[in-house]
């Protein structure tokens, strides 16, 4: 499959993720000014934080991995009817399983909150507005799981929009749950937060209905199946298996710097999250649309036994990902402090929050381009069958995030918790990068071309400092909108000067 296809599965995907993340800036920017980085954020943070750390483990990403392959396997092999009795028995399984898992989370979320965010007992204001946060927002789960499961199956049909534009409702809810925030009365008053976890439910609500019209409309929505464990169900559940332990891996590196950030002065959680919704903005249009538009092409191409075309996939993936992903790292590093300025300095959110959340981006920054390619390479593995390695690289970059962490923290506080995630994430990418050569499945960007972007982020880098140094004394947002005009304008140029924008985008 030639790269074209890939350059416009990535342009539908990346576009919506982008259009989602800006409207996620403004989320974030209503959030902090009307919370701040104090006790009430920390709080809504933690209890945001536990809904979307048990979906990444069931449907987002591990059962996703697992049911693309399967679902492509088994509409070649035994036709459509048999891989939407799949879905089905799949989908039932799924919803009972997390409709129970909310059941007990909702007896059990003090223990839960205690294990997560240890430090919250030395301010029990701050813990118990935790726990009353976290059983608003642990229904969410069951809901945003069956979203990303109907959107796996869309992916598998090549419907990639709107599952790509499913996040957007998800941040006008919390933009207008936000703003409900200073005429909060009631009930809704208990928790400062209160609001945005109300409007949290009604994003589920509204993001199954988007997704479930469209599973109808395409006549795809899987009918609710009593599982039967038929053998192609057995051989998804044991990928599952494999990919849902990778991925309990990746969460406790989430866990450790939730648990080490709560023990550190108020504020480090809000800190490392405002920094890490920045450094995400590339992670998420670059890395995990390219991914997301790799898998179910993978799947097929090796499926039938076509080795070549899945390799020439995987280049022109890591192609795209090289000319955007090395200036983007080169501009969050140089001007972060402009960037959290510009972005989240309004209101409750002071310039000492600034400077922690602009230092911490830094770090993040750091690691961008390991994390982009583990979210490229990673389907490879899955598409393969071989997502144990992925398990065992997974187990071992959690080791060396944890040491990293303990070792980096008492010398750089919450600074040294992000540095720590971005080094454990080039141990991860660079192993899996080894693996792929190994196999032959791995083509790397000519040096050439690496060669001049890197020159052409250089040409940006140079523009930037140059610019912010005349710069000081304006706005902040203004600033910053100078600078992301001067730092695109200039790399754009400099890319189409010195030939390093890759063909697949030059076809377009």
Same mark, same amino acid.
């Given at each position: 499959?030639?790269?074209?296809?890939?350059?416009?599965?990535?342009?539908?995907?990346?576009? =919506?993720?982008?259009?989602?993340?800006?409207?996620?800036?403004?989320?974030?920017?209503?959030?902090?000014?009307?919370?701040?980085?104090?006790?009430?954020?920390?709080?809504?943070?933690?209890?945001?934080?536990?809904?979307?750390?048990?979906?990444?483990?069931?449907?987002?990403?591990?059962?996703?991995?697992?049911?693309?392959?399967?679902?492509?396997?088994?509409?070649?092999?035994?036709?459509?009817?048999?891989?939407?009795?799949?879905?089905?028995?799949?989908?039932?399984?799924?919803?009972?399983?997390?409709?129970?898992?909310?059941?007990?989370?909702?007896?059990? =979320?003090?223990?839960?909150?205690?294990?997560?965010?240890?430090?919250?007992?030395?301010?029990?204001?701050?813990?118990?507005?935790?726990?009353?946060?976290?059983?608003?927002?642990?229904?969410?789960?069951?809901?945003?799981?069956?979203?990303?499961?109907?959107?796996?199956?869309?992916?598998?049909?090549? /419907?990639?929009?709107?599952?790509?534009?499913?996040?957007?409702?998800?941040?006008?809810?919390?933009?207008?749950?936000?703003?409900?925030?200073?005429?909060?009365?009631?009930?809704?008053?208990?928790?400062?937060?209160?609001?945005?976890?109300?409007?949290?439910?009604?994003? +589920?609500?509204?993001?199954?209905?988007?997704?479930?019209?469209?599973?109808?409309?395409?006549?795809?929505?899987?009918?609710?199946?009593?599982?039967?464990?038929?053998?192609?169900?057995?051989?998804?559940?044991?990928?599952?298996?494999?990919?849902?332990?990778?991925?309990?891996?990746?969460?406790?590196?989430?866990?450790?710097?939730?648990?080490?950030?709560?023990?550190?002065?108020?504020?480090?959680?809000?800190?490392?999250?405002?920094?890490?919704?920045?450094?995400?903005?590339?992670?998420?249009?670059?890395?995990?649309?390219?991914?997301?538009?790799?898998?179910?092409?993978?799947?097929?191409?090796?499926?039938?036994?076509?080795?070549?075309?899945?390799?020439?996939?995987?280049?022109?993936?890591?192609?795209?990902?090289?000319?955007?992903?090395?200036?983007?790292?080169?501009?969050?590093?140089?001007?972060?402090?402009?960037?959290?300025?510009?972005?989240?300095?309004?209101?409750?959110?002071?310039?000492?929050?600034?400077?922690?959340?602009?230092?911490?981006?830094?770090?993040?920054?750091? +690691?961008?381009?390991?994390?982009?390619?583990?979210?490229?390479?990673?389907?490879?593995?899955?598409?393969?069958?071989?997502?144990?390695?992925?398990?065992?690289? *997974?187990?071992?970059?959690?080791?060396?995030?944890?040491?990293? *962490?303990? *070792?980096?923290?008492?010398?750089?506080?919450?600074?040294?918790?992000?540095?720590?995630?971005?080094?454990?994430?080039?141990?991860?990418?660079?192993?899996?990068?080894?693996?792929?050569?190994?196999?032959?499945?791995?083509?790397?960007?000519?040096?050439?071309?690496?060669?001049?972007?890197?020159?052409?982020?250089?040409?940006?880098?140079?523009?930037?400092?140059?610019?912010?140094?005349?710069?000081?004394?304006?706005?902040?947002?203004?600033?910053?909108?100078?600078?992301?005009?001067?730092?695109? +304008?200039?790399?754009?140029?400099?890319?189409?000067?010195?030939?390093?924008?890759? /063909?697949?985008?030059?076809?377009?």
């Amino acid at each position: 499959m030639s790269a074209q296809p890939l350059a416009r599965a990535f342009r539908q995907i990346g576009g =919506m993720t982008a259009a989602s993340r800006l409207l996620g800036f403004g989320r974030d920017i209503v959030f902090a000014a009307l919370l701040g980085a104090g006790p009430a954020a920390d709080a809504f943070l933690v209890a945001l934080k536990l809904p979307n750390m048990f979906r990444r483990l069931t449907a987002e990403g591990a059962l996703a991995n697992a049911f693309v392959p399967a679902f492509a396997a088994a509409r070649q092999d035994d036709g459509d009817e048999a891989a939407m009795a799949l879905a089905g028995e799949t989908q039932t399984t799924l919803a009972l399983v997390l409709v129970a898992l909310v059941i007990l989370g909702e007896i059990f =979320m003090p223990s839960i909150i205690g294990v997560l965010a240890p430090g919250f007992a030395e301010t029990p204001d701050r813990m118990a507005a935790a726990v009353s946060l976290a059983r608003i927002t642990f229904p969410y789960l069951p809901m945003i799981s069956l979203v990303a499961f109907w959107s796996a199956i869309a992916n598998a049909d090549g /419907r990639f929009m709107t599952a790509a534009a499913v996040p957007i409702i998800f941040n006008l809810c919390l933009i207008a749950g936000a703003l409900m925030i200073p005429g909060a009365d009631g009930w809704l008053a208990g928790e400062k937060a209160m609001p945005l976890a109300v409007a949290l439910l009604a994003a +589920g609500v509204l993001q199954m209905g988007m997704m479930a019209r469209l599973l109808r409309r395409t006549k795809r929505m899987p009918s609710w199946r009593w599982p039967r464990l038929a053998a192609p169900v057995r051989r998804m559940w044991r990928q599952f298996s494999v990919a849902s332990a990778g991925a309990v891996a990746m969460q406790v590196n989430l866990i450790v710097d939730l648990v080490l950030a709560s023990l550190l002065p108020v504020g480090a959680i809000s800190w490392l999250y405002f920094a890490d919704r920045v450094a995400q903005l590339p992670l998420g249009v670059i890395g995990v649309a390219l991914g997301t538009a790799l898998l179910p092409r993978l799947s097929a191409q090796l499926r039938a036994g076509d080795g070549a075309a899945a390799r020439q996939s995987l280049a022109g993936a890591i192609q795209l990902a090289a000319f955007l992903v090395l200036p983007a790292a080169v501009a969050l590093i140089t001007i972060a402090p402009q960037i959290t300025s510009g972005l989240f300095g309004y209101g409750a959110f002071s310039e000492a929050a600034i400077t922690a959340s602009a230092a911490a981006l830094m770090a993040y920054a750091i +690691g961008m381009p390991a994390h982009i390619m583990m979210k490229i390479m990673q389907p490879a593995f899955y598409a393969d069958g071989r997502g144990g390695f992925v398990l065992g690289v *997974s187990i071992a970059a959690v080791a060396a995030n944890i040491a990293l *962490s303990l *070792s980096l923290m008492p010398f750089l506080g919450h600074v040294g918790l992000a540095l720590a995630t971005s080094l454990s994430g080039l141990f991860a990418a660079t192993a899996l990068a080894v693996a792929l050569a190994r196999r032959g499945q791995l083509q790397l960007p000519a040096a050439g071309l690496v060669l001049r972007i890197c020159l052409a982020s250089a040409a940006m880098l140079a523009v930037l400092l140059a610019v912010s140094g005349i710069l000081p004394g304006l706005p902040a947002a203004a600033e910053l909108a100078i600078l992301v005009a001067a730092g695109g +304008g200039s790399y754009l140029a400099a890319a189409a000067g010195l030939g390093a924008v890759p /063909r697949q985008l030059l076809r377009r």
